[in-house]
């Protein structure tokens, strides 16, 4: 779970946070003003202070927040002076925007507020479209605006270049005034709430922020997002009446409570219109009290009355804002806040206290319960025993004199407690002062200062609550509590010593005995000790003072809550708190309980004495070596009765036949196992069918076995048995169960037979080569010496992988045994050591190192439509057209109520929503347009274009365990880990990454023992990038967004970020997307599946000096320590057709022939990512007169497009 921040304000003004995996609540120390509001959004949290300002508080991160200023200077050329700042009257401003609309000169840039610094002078970009510039970065046209080029031709009349300049903000974990308009400024703000970043069909990850000012306007904040977290400028949206409080969702919702107790609601909110267009008014839940507080989340409303009743709207959605009705809640609030996963927070009107929803799930929004929220604040003194120091110190203190221990046993204190002390707000009993201070109370009570009530910083319900607060006796009575707070008594001087009294204090029982002393001291009300101390009777002096019944509590001088007193609560915001109804919250502890069950324990082993610990080992110790005597040593001499077991495991399933016609026939199935004397285990597959009425069998030993793949899909929970022989073929045993749970059981039992045949246990070695599915499951191959072997490698197709528990996108290690992934999400991961996991139960998964481990994706389907000149575009298409709902390929006909998850492990977590995200571009609506289907798609309609798509997502999310922790908050897109040696010995290991943003991040602290490392260190860039590899020699290669090609130079131990970029030449005409670095070999793939290697890389010039192409159909590649290259290739040729997603090694790499010589196919179809980075095994050298090439060489891949079928080609994870 990822960790996240609760929000609160209390009635004086001060902001707390409390952390999901925290335990108290923690003051924003920073704050020196006094806070009315707050709300959050996971990344930062708005407030208002007490000068009716609005302020802002941005998380720190280990990524900061740039933001990028550009302008454009422009040049025309003239026969005199050649190109010049001389433009002709008509043309664009000296200094320009890139329309040339705007004036904007390099001194006209100014930071927008102080919470921003400048990174560095103005540059220039030297970066056209991915290809590096000439000095001087100019690009040239024919006029203003044109299609400018990089290199000066005949007719080039104008250039202009762009100059680039980035700015910084500074001002993170602290609250920053968000600066006024230059225009007319807004009224005092009296609330404000902050959400948006879901919007329905919202790509850019906007924040939307809504105030209401005093006045009873509402304004919108614009252009707030992750490099502009202040935004820009104020905007006031028109209303139907006076508004006194305002809540946005994390979606589209928006909710308004008017002055006269009606609500109203924000319609038309989208992603090109997040103010809304709109407002609908919806009544109060009561129709006789009118409305007095909101809040919504993403599909759900909650309200508050006048009489602190509390309402949850039934029926509300994104396509129905308004909702339907109203249903009350058992419960009263003051105030109620929705957050991430709709979970709901709220403040008790009567304690004050913060409440939890507990029960909310997405088929019960409404929840069940509230619980109430019981952890101290930082501030607050620790409540367990007092140690004997301290308490010696109190009697001191009160007394005058320490006493002699009493002798009344534990049961008579606890009684004469009961008898004689009150309850605090716990239950727990408070014991009083010593009699001896009852004469200063006396003559003190008259001069008393009164309570020191806090400055109102909030609205008419905060004074209410803190007018509650005065010492009345007789609301004292009638609650009885801990004693209010008086100022700070001044310190008599040196000669009043002898004829000033120490000050009373509250006494406390030893369970709530406080930690070291203060060196100042806060009175207490005298009032209250004097009350208790009547109700008390009298008590023996001497009992009262005893070192088993007297502490002190220290206040500190800022501190206005009583010792025992729990925080009064004025406002709450969950809106950046990720908890759902599985989260494990240590919020609900209470101290009191957790002391008293302490002390229990203690005195229970205090009856048992060292001594007798001591001679009870002993007995248990002789009774089990009698035991073992008796049962084993007493039969050695007995020869073995049983040389050899075997076990048969029998079961019906599916099999996927061999011959067309392809179907599923029902089989049985049998796991033969069998050991042999010295403990070798082994074992036969059978599968027995029926063909054409006669009894067949297929076999499979298990020492043959190369992997075990599950395909889970929505129609069958089906598995895959791959051999060296079906390897090659790319056909394999294909079974299915009639149940998940039983195709798990079968999995489990063969991946541990096969382990067992072949001697394999526990984690994956440091050697290990990893591999990844399309679906995200992950496994792992242990490599041998022979491998990389030269003239006659180990054949790829024999390897033997065994699955790991957990659900990854990308894998990366090293020979040091670091090993991080990647999730679909985005989310980091790291490997603990440990194996298993998922449905891997007993010896087939480690004991500890498993995780719960959870990951999004999102599921694409596509809307098509074709023109005709009657309707225009509509749904209906030609006979020979894709469907109108399908696939990317469309092939398959995927219709929004058709779609399902990936596999029934997948459950949705959102509805369908438009995808603006998608390569070429969108218009407004979506749309995508092309002459015809299939055609190269672009976002703006043309008088060529028939057809047009659009797609749609939604996203589904997967629960599992695995031996794998997160490594928050920064979500990553590549990351890569130095290829250590095999003898390598280094303190820090070097590992690069890629956030979801594009920003280049070095991971700092990184060894054999913290894998996880410490902290991210950011390295700038000009551009976003999307893939990082770093080699031997601290090499770092890196492919920007555009498909450009960058070196990092200057990069070591002592400077492990480099100091500067060098742009290299992509290959002509291609676009890069990823790069792999070893020893001395850099491979490159770009978006047209080409793979490459960079010639030329030396030591002395790491930059190297060219691109060679090496194959076609390349999906990613991976280079090892020792340059060994491994890719995963398209199009691969089986027995039935061809096969995406295989893993292949390329063969015949050494000093000599760096690039190679051929590929040897391995496993596949279905692969998506391998790396062979950890693997440093050197292999054995063979001396021989001449390297024949392999007999059995593949066919050389066919760059011709093949569509492949996922059922009749052995794709089994249907790319």
């Keep these: 779970m990822p960790v996240s921040l609760l929000w609160a304000v209390d009635v004086y003004g001060r902001v707390y946070s409390l952390s999901t995996v925290g335990q108290q609540w923690e003051q924003c120390r920073d704050a020196h003003l006094e806070f009315k509001r707050a709300t959050a959004v996971q990344q930062c949290c708005w407030g208002i202070a007490c000068d009716n300002n609005i302020y802002l508080n941005v998380h720190a991160s280990d990524l900061p ?79 203003f605006p044109a299609v400018y080029t990089k290199d000066k031709k005949w007719n080039s009349c104008v250039r202009r270049r762009r100059w680039i300049r980035y700015r910084r903000y500074k001002a993170m974990n602290t609250w ?20 948006g970043l879901e919007i329905s069909e919202e790509p850019r990850g906007r924040l939307s922020l809504w105030a209401v000012s005093l006045q009873g306007k509402v304004w919108f904040r614009e252009g707030i997002y992750h490099q502009n977290p202040e935004g820009s400028s104020w905007e006031e949206v028109p209303l139907p009446g006076e508004v006194v409080q305002i809540s946005c969702g994390t979606g589209d919702l928006v909710w308004a409570v008017l002055w006269e107790g009606q609500l109203i609601v924000r319609e038309g909110i989208s992603r090109d219109c997040p103010q809304g267009s709109s407002w ?189 607060r005065e010492p009345a006796k007789t609301a004292r009575e009638g609650r009885p509590g801990p004693p209010a707070v008086l100022e700070e008594e001044s310190i008599p001087a040196d000669g009043e010593e002898a004829k000033a009294a120490p000050p009373a204090a509250v006494v406390l029982s030893p369970s709530q005995a406080p930690g070291p002393l203060d060196p100042q001291w806060s009175n207490v009300d005298l009032e209250e000790a004097q009350i208790q101390q009547v109700q008390a009777g009298a008590m023996d002096s001497a009992d009262t003072s005893s070192l088993s019944s007297v502490a002190t509590y220290t206040l500190a001088l800022d501190d206005q809550y009583g010792p025992d007193e729990h925080p009064l609560w004025a406002w709450v915001s ?40 001591a001679v009870w080992k002993k007995q248990i110790f002789e009774q089990l070596s009698e035991r073992s005597k008796r049962e084993v040593d007493n039969f050695r ?82 598995f895959a048995i791959y051999t060296p022989e079906r390897t090659k073929q790319r056909w394999p045993i294909r079974l299915a169960a009639a149940t998940e749970l039983e195709m798990h059981d079968w999995l489990g039992l063969l991946s541990v037979s096969c382990c067992d045949s072949r001697a394999i246990q526990g984690p994956p070695s440091k050697q290990a080569v990893w591999s990844i599915t399309c679906k995200g499951d992950v496994f792992v191959s242990e490599p041998t010496p022979a491998l990389e072997a030269t003239p006659y490698p180990t054949p790829c197709d024999q390897m033997f992988w065994r699955q790991v528990g957990g659900h990854l996108r990308a894998v990366e290690c090293n020979s040091l045994g670091i090993v991080w992934g990647v999730g679909y999400d985005h989310t980091a991961w790291v490997h603990t050591g440990g194996y ?28 098509n439509q074709r023109w005709n000149p009657v309707t225009g575009y509509t749904n209906r298409g030609l006979p020979t057209d894709r469907y109108m709902w399908s696939d990317a390929s469309g092939l398959r006909d995927c219709s929004k109520t058709n779609t399902k998850p990936p596999s029934p492990q997948w459950t949705w977590v959102s509805d369908w929503a438009m995808d603006y995200s998608v390569s070429g571009g969108t218009d407004r609506d979506g749309w995508q347009y092309a002459a015809d289907f299939p055609a190269s798609y672009h976002g703006h309609k043309t008088m ?55 920003d280049v991040l070095c991971r700092l602290g990184v060894t054999a023992l913290t894998p996880a490392g410490s902290s991210w260190l950011h390295v700038g860039t000009d551009q976003p990038f999307k893939s990082i590899s770093i080699g031997a020699a601290s090499q770092v290669w890196a492919i920007a967004r555009d498909g450009s090609a960058f070196n990092r130079g200057s990069v070591s131990a002592q400077s492990p970020a480099g100091d500067c970029w060098y742009h290299i030449p992509s290959p002509a005409k291609q676009k890069l997307k990823q790069v792999s670095v070893g020893r001395t070999s850099v491979y490159a793939v770009d978006e047209n599946g080409n793979l490459w290697y960079r010639q030329g890389v030396t030591p002395g010039y790491p930059q190297g000096s060219s691109w060679e192409h090496i194959s076609n159909n390349v999906r990613k590649v991976s280079v090892g320590p020792l340059d060994q290259a491994w890719i995963i290739a398209d199009k691969v040729q089986g027995s039935h057709s061809l096969s995406c997603g295989t893993v292949c090694h390329r063969l015949g ?67």
Aim: net charge negative; glycine share 8%.
């Design 944 to 998: 060529k274009d028939f057809v047009r798509r659009r797609r749609w997502a939604r996203k589904c999310k997967l629960t599992t365990t695995g031996p794998w922790q997160e490594v928050p908050p920064i979500p990553l897109s590549d990351i890569t880990i130095l290829p250590c040696a095999s003898q390598c010995s280094v303190d820090a290991v070097p590992l690069w990454a890629i956030s979801s943003k594009g």
């Design 65 to 143: 927040v740039r933001y990028q200023e550009d302008t454009y200077e422009n040049q025309r050329w003239n026969p005199v002076d050649g190109f010049s700042e001389r433009l002709l009257p008509s043309d664009r401003w000296q200094w320009s925007d890139v329309t040339g609309l705007q004036h904007r000169p390099l001194d006209g840039f100014q930071l927008s507020s102080s919470s921003w610094e400048w990174e560095g002078d103005w540059y220039i970009d030297e970066n056209f479209e991915g290809e590096p510039m000439e000095k001087g970065g100019w690009s040239y046209a024919m006029d």
């Design 574 to 613: 969950g809106g950046g708190c990720s908890v759902d109804s599985h989260s494990q919250l240590n919020w609900f502890s209470c101290s009191i309980n957790a002391a008293s069950l302490s002390q229990s324990v203690q005195s229970m082993s205090l009856s048992v004495t060292p001594a007798q610990t």
């Design 836 to 863: 298993g996991g998922g449905f891997f139960q007993g010896l087939a998964s480690s004991t500890d190192n498993i995780y719960t481990q959870t990951d999004v994706k999102s599921v694409y389907i596509y809307e």
């Design 637 to 718: 001499h007995y020869e073995q009765a049983i040389e050899q077991s075997v076990w048969v495991k029998k079961g019906t399933m599916q099999w996927w036949r061999d011959w067309k016609p392809h179907k599923w026939i029902d089989v049985h199935f049998a796991l033969e196992q069998f050991s042999g004397p010295e403990g070798h285990k082994d074992g036969i597959l059978f599968i027995y069918y029926n063909f054409h009425e006669e009894k067949k069998y297929l076999h499979a030993f298990i020492n043959e076995v190369t992997i075990l793949v599950p395909v889970l899909n929505d129609s069958k929970h089906s």
């Design 280 to 468: 609908t008014v919806v009544d109060s839940p009561s129709p006789d009290v009118g409305a007095i507080h909101v809040a919504v989340g993403e599909n759900v409303v909650w309200a508050v009355t006048k009489d602190n009743r509390v309402w949850f709207r039934r029926g509300v959605n994104s396509h129905n804002p308004c909702g339907s009705g109203w249903i009350g809640m058992v419960g009263e609030m003051i105030m109620i806040d929705v957050g991430l996963n709709d979970q709901v927070w709220g403040i008790g009107c009567e304690d004050r206290a913060v409440y939890y929803r507990q029960g909310v799930t997405s088929s019960e929004l409404s929840g069940k319960t509230w619980k109430a929220i019981s952890v101290p604040r930082d501030g607050d003194r620790s409540h367990s025993s007092a140690s004997a120091h301290s308490v010696q110190s109190a009697g001191c203190f009160f007394s005058g004199e320490v006493r002699a221990q009493s002798g009344v046993s534990d049961v008579d204190s606890d009684t004469e407690k009961e008898k004689g002390g009150s309850l605090d707000r716990s239950g727990c009993p408070v014991t009083l002062a010593c009699p001896e201070a009852t004469p200063l109370s006396s003559e003190l009570h008259d001069e008393a200062p009164k309570p020191r009530i806090p400055k109102v910083t909030s609205d008419s319900f905060i004074s209410e609550l803190v007018s509650d």
């Design 1149 to 1215: 790499v050494h000093p000599m022939e760096p690039k190679g010589q051929t590929w040897d196919y391995g496993i596949g179809g279905g692969w998506d990512h391998v790396t062979v980075r950890g693997n440093t095994m050197e292999p054995p050298r063979f001396h021989l007169p001449s390297l024949p090439g392999p007999s059995s060489a593949p066919a050389p891949w066919s760059s011709a497009p093949a569509a492949p079928d996922t059922e009749a080609d052995g794709s089994i994870e249907g790319c």
């Design 176 to 195: 920053a005034k968000i600066p006024s308009q230059q225009t007319t400024l807004p009224d005092p703000f009296n609330d404000i709430s902050c959400g």
